[in-house]
């Protein structure tokens, strides 16, 4: 069965260093997604994306995050400067249509800053 | 036997009894829903989902109920077995794009 996947597992960086994280999703989909978890916490949204624009960011996600999909397959997010708080799982998903199609998740990086 | 009741961030069921994890939304515009199910270090696996059309729905082992009068949506999970051991999320949106999870219930199976 096709399957997001994430790169890496782990992350661990230094406060104030740029990290970026990376994502596969499944081939034939065409909506792609970040998600944070912070641990024991409920999954938030962070930005959706499609036809290579945001379509929806939440709060969350201000100026020090990017989303990129800089070829057919990898979809990426990067932090510019991470700060303490930015530690937590982060989720990639993708689905093949953005409306009443599930979305489906990857394993999450987790990233832990220093 | 069954667990039924308002939102409970734990559930403890015997192997082979039925489970019902409960889940209220607030956003009266939500048109689709979605059971999550997630194992420690993993992501949050799609189980069944369900359109603002429909008051029931039913997968393999699963059923999941909605009643958009009190926004309230349920998952029925018949013969619980060990690996159904996890913690489960609802997911709502009324958008295109963003999900919206609810807090989580840690279903535990006793043997």
């Known amino acids: 069965e096709p399957e997001v996947t994430q790169t890496p597992s782990h992350q661990v960086t230094q406060m104030g260093q740029e990290v970026i994280l990376r994502c596969v999703p499944i081939s034939n989909h065409l909506y792609f997604y970040w998600y944070r978890q912070i641990l024991g916490q409920k999954v938030e949204f962070l930005v959706s994306f499609y036809n290579n624009e945001i379509s929806e960011k939440s709060e969350i996600f201000d100026d020090q995050f990017s989303v990129e999909r800089p070829d057919g397959s990898n979809f990426t997010l990067k932090i510019r400067s991470t700060k303490l708080e930015d530690s937590a799982m982060y989720f990639c998903a993708s689905s093949a249509m953005g409306s009443n199609q599930p979305q489906h998740f990857g394993d999450g990086t987790r990233l832990s800053i220093l | 036997g069954e667990s039924v009741g308002l939102h409970l961030p734990t559930l403890s069921v015997q192997e082979g009894d039925n489970s019902i994890i409960n889940c209220a939304y607030s956003?009266?515009?939500?048109?689709?829903f979605i059971w999550y199910k997630q194992e420690s270090g993993k992501g949050p696996q799609f189980i069944i989902d369900?359109?603002?059309?429909?008051d029931k729905r039913q997968g393999q082992r699963v059923t999941v109920l909605l009643n958009k009068t009190v926004k309230h949506l349920s998952l029925q999970i018949a013969a619980t077995q060990p690996g159904d051991s996890a913690v489960y999320f609802c997911?709502?949106?009324?958008?295109?794009?963003?999900?919206?999870f609810g807090a989580g219930t840690t279903v535990t199976v006793r043997a």
């Open positions: 956003n009266s515009a939500s048109d689709y």
């Open positions: 369900i359109r603002s059309n429909m």
């Open positions: 997911a709502e949106t009324a958008s295109d794009y963003k999900l919206s």
